[in-house]
Nanobody, 124 residues
């Protein structure tokens, strides 16, 4: 599956952004989808994941209550709604896809396909 992320930008602290990740192909609904981010000089870290049906989600502790991952299988798209943004959320955000099995979803090593990344910058 090919992935195309969009929606990044510059926002003030406390603001909101919604990232989108459009997938090609007819099997989008068979993939667990994840969002990761990478800040300068840091490793790529897990942000959120969503199961094939959308019924199960997982988040890194630092974004719980502020970010929401969702998907629309009819549109082959996964979203990341980011509210109450903080300067420490500044990073390049990547979407990723893995097989349908809900296991180790926070590990970047199990994802097979990656989007190109979209920059999110939060000013203080």
């Amino acid at each position: 599956v090919q992935l195309q992320a969009s929606g990044g930008g510059l926002v003030q602290a406390g603001g909101s952004l919604r990232l989108s990740c459009a997938a090609s192909g007819r099997t989008f609904s068979s993939y667990v989808m994840g969002w990761f981010r990478q800040a300068p000089g840091k490793e790529r870290e897990f942000v959120a994941a969503i199961s094939t049906s959308g019924g199960t989600t997982d988040y890194v502790d630092s974004v719980k209550g502020r970010f929401t991952i969702s998907r629309d299988n009819a549109k082959n798209t996964v979203y990341l709604q980011m509210n109450s943004l903080k300067p420490e959320d500044t990073a390049v955000y990547y979407c990723a896809a893995k097989s349908r099995i809900w296991v180790r979803v926070a590990s970047r090593n199990v994802y097979d396909s990656w989007g190109q990344g979209t920059q999110v910058t939060v000013s203080s």
